[in-house]
C-alpha cells in the first residue's frame, strides 16, 4: 500500500527566509510525486511532480523539491518566501502504471510572517 | 480551476435528507475523483472512476454513492446525510497520459445540522 507523511502541521518562517516543507512516502516500487497548494477558499493547485529523471524538480511560484529514494522523501523547498506563499501545501504519491488514485498527505500549513 | 466546476458551491441541509453534489469538466479527462476534506485529516477519496462504465470505492465510501452520467460529468449522493458529514468536497480529473495528474474543481461546502 502506499502512504505519504507529512510530518509538520505547521511551519513558520519570516519572509526572505528559505522555507522546506516536509514529504516522506511509502511505496512499492518507484513513485511518482506530486506537490500540490491550496489557497484559502480556493481548490487545490498543482504545483510540481517528480516521474524521473533529476531529482531535483522546479515548478510554479519558484517553488522546487528534491527527490531522495534512499531517504524516501521528496521535500518541497523555496530558497526565498513571500507572505503569499502562506497557505496549505499537500504532497501526494502513486504508483506507476495500473489504475491507482493519487495518496494524499494532511497536508502542512505554512505561514509566512512579514 | 475554471475546467472543473461544482455545483453547488455551498449548501446547508438538515439530517436525514438526500443531497446531490454535481461537478463537470471541460478538460477532456477520461478519469474523475470525489474527495473530502477535513481539518487534520487531509483529502480522503470518497469514490473514483476511470471511464464512465468504472466506478470504484475509496477509502471512505460509507454512506456515499456517485453516478458518472458522462465522461464529463460525475455526481455525488448522500442518501441520508448525518452531521459528521459536514465537511469541503472536491472533485478532481485526470488523465492517463499525463501521469493522472489531477485538477481539482473548487469545492463544496456542505453542512449537516
Known amino acids: 500500500a502506499q502512504s505519504v507523511a507529512q510530518p509538520e502541521d505547521q511551519v513558520n518562517v519570516a519572509e526572505g527566509n528559505p522555507l522546506t516543507v516536509k514529504c516522506t512516502y511509502s511505496?512499492?516500487?518507484?513513485?511518482?510525486l506530486f506537490w500540490y497548494v491550496q489557497y484559502p477558499n480556493r481548490g487545490l493547485q498543482f504545483l510540481l511532480k517528480?516521474?524521473?529523471?533529476?531529482?531535483l524538480v522546479k515548478g510554479s511560484y519558484g517553488f522546487e523539491a528534491e527527490f531522495n529514494k534512499s531517504q524516501t522523501s521528496f521535500h518541497l523547498k523555496k530558497p526565498s518566501a513571500l507572505v503569499s506563499d502562506s497557505a496549505l501545501y499537500f504532497c501526494a504519491v502513486r504508483v506507476p502504471g495500473g489504475n491507482t488514485p493519487l495518496v494524499f498527505g494532511k497536508g502542512t500549513r505554512l505561514s509566512v510572517i512579514a | 480551476d475554471a475546467d472543473v466546476t461544482q455545483t453547488p458551491r455551498n449548501r446547508i441541509t438538515k439530517t436525514g435528507k438526500r443531497i446531490m453534489l454535481e461537478c463537470s469538466q471541460t478538460k477532456g479527462h477520461d478519469r474523475m475523483y470525489w474527495y473530502r476534506q477535513d481539518p487534520g485529516l487531509g483529502l480522503r477519496l470518497i469514490y473514483y472512476?476511470?471511464?464512465?462504465?468504472?466506478?470504484n470505492k475509496g477509502e471512505i465510501s460509507d454512506g456515499y454513492s456517485v453516478s458518472r452520467q458522462a465522461q464529463a460529468k460525475f455526481s455525488l449522493s448522500l442518501e441520508s446525510a448525518i452531521p459528521n458529514q459536514t465537511a469541503l468536497y472536491f472533485c478532481?480529473?485526470?488523465?492517463?497520459?499525463?501521469?493522472?495528474?489531477?485538477?481539482f474543481g473548487p469545492g463544496t461546502r456542505l453542512t449537516v445540522l
Open positions: 517528480y516521474i524521473t529523471g533529476d531529482n
Open positions: 472512476s476511470f471511464d464512465v462504465k468504472d466506478i
Open positions: 478532481a480529473t485526470s488523465d492517463y497520459r499525463y501521469y493522472n495528474e489531477q485538477f
Open positions: 511505496v512499492s516500487g518507484n513513485p511518482y
